[in-house]
C-alpha cells in the first residue's frame, strides 16, 4: 500500500513537472516569435525564427475578418417596424428621416443595437443592402387615422397613423403655440414650424398615472374597439384629432 502511494506521488510529480514544461515551451516560442520545425540532424526538432511573411499573412487575415463585417453604406436602406400583440406596422418617420440622413454610415450591427437602445429597436436582419430594425411591443396598436403621442429621440411628439395603422407623420411638441397671454393659438399638425420653438422633453411631463412611461414605449396597454367614445380619447391614448392630442400633452406639463 506504501509504495502504491508513492508511485501515485511520483506520478502526480511527472505530470505537473511535464504541464509546466510544455506551457513555458510555448510561452517561450510565442514572446520570443520562434516557431518549431523538423530537422535532419540531431535532435530532429530546432526552433527557428517565423518569417516576417508569416506575420504579415496573420495580420492580412485578421484585417480581412474585420472588413468583411456587415456596415451600413451609403446604399443601405432602413425599414422600421413595430409588432405589437395585435398586429405589425412601419415607423415611416423614423425610415424617412434615416434613409434620408448619413448619420449612420459606417456602423456595426453592435453599434446600431446601441444607437436605437433607448427606442427599442434592434438589428433583425442585416445586409449591405438592407437593414430591418424591430421594436417588440408588449402592447396593442393604435388604429388607422389616429393620432397619438410619443417620443422623438427625448421630445414628445404627436404621431399621425394611415389607413394601415403605419405611423406616416408626426410633429414634435412645443409650448409657444400659446401665446404671451396664455390663449392657445391655431394648431396646424401640417403646417411648417416658424419662429423659435420650444419644445418639450420627455422628463418636463408629469408621471401621470405611468403615462411617461406609455410614452416612451409608445403603444397601449389595451385593446381598442372599433367605437370609441370621446370621453376615452385620453385613456385610450390615441385622439381623433391633433388638437386633442396637443391639448393632451400640455395638461401633462409640469407647472
Not at 20 to 33: C, E, H, T, V
Not at 74 to 95: A, P
Not at 119 to 143: A, C, H, L, P, W
Request: net charge negative; hydrophobic share 30%.
Amino acid at each position: 500500500m506504501k509504495n502504491r502511494k508513492i508511485i501515485y506521488l511520483l506520478l502526480t510529480i511527472l505530470l505537473i513537472a511535464f504541464f509546466g514544461a510544455s506551457y513555458s515551451l510555448a510561452y517561450y516560442i510565442n514572446k520570443n516569435d520562434l516557431k518549431l520545425e523538423a530537422s535532419d540532424e540531431l535532435p530532429y526538432l530546432k526552433l527557428t525564427a517565423k518569417d516576417i511573411s508569416d506575420n504579415e499573412n496573420n495580420k492580412l487575415k485578421q484585417t480581412s475578418v474585420t472588413t468583411n463585417l456587415a456596415k451600413v453604406t451609403e446604399d443601405t436602406k432602413f425599414v422600421f417596424k413595430i409588432k405589437y400583440k395585435d398586429k405589425e406596422v412601419r415607423n415611416m418617420v423614423l425610415e424617412k428621416h434615416f434613409n434620408d440622413s448619413n448619420i449612420l454610415n459606417s456602423k456595426t450591427q453592435v453599434e446600431l443595437n446601441e444607437y436605437f437602445k433607448e427606442q427599442g429597436y434592434t438589428v433583425y436582419n442585416m445586409s449591405n443592402n438592407e437593414i430591418v430594425f424591430v421594436n417588440n411591443s408588449d402592447r396593442y396598436s393604435y388604429k388607422a387615422n389616429m393620432y397619438f403621442l410619443g417620443v422623438y429621440d427625448d421630445l414628445v411628439t404627436i404621431y399621425k397613423t394611415d389607413e394601415n395603422g403605419d405611423i406616416t407623420a408626426h410633429k414634435l411638441f412645443n409650448s409657444n403655440i400659446y401665446s404671451a397671454d396664455g390663449k392657445q393659438q391655431k394648431y396646424d399638425f401640417e403646417a411648417p414650424e416658424k419662429g423659435e420653438l420650444q419644445y418639450i422633453k420627455i422628463d418636463e411631463l408629469k408621471d401621470k398615472d405611468g403615462v411617461v412611461d406609455d410614452l416612451v414605449r409608445g403603444s397601449k396597454d389595451s385593446d381598442s374597439s372599433e367605437t370609441m367614445e370621446e370621453s376615452e380619447e385620453d385613456e385610450k391614448g390615441e385622439f381623433k384629432t391633433p388638437e386633442k392630442a396637443f391639448d393632451y400633452a400640455s395638461s401633462l406639463l409640469k407647472s
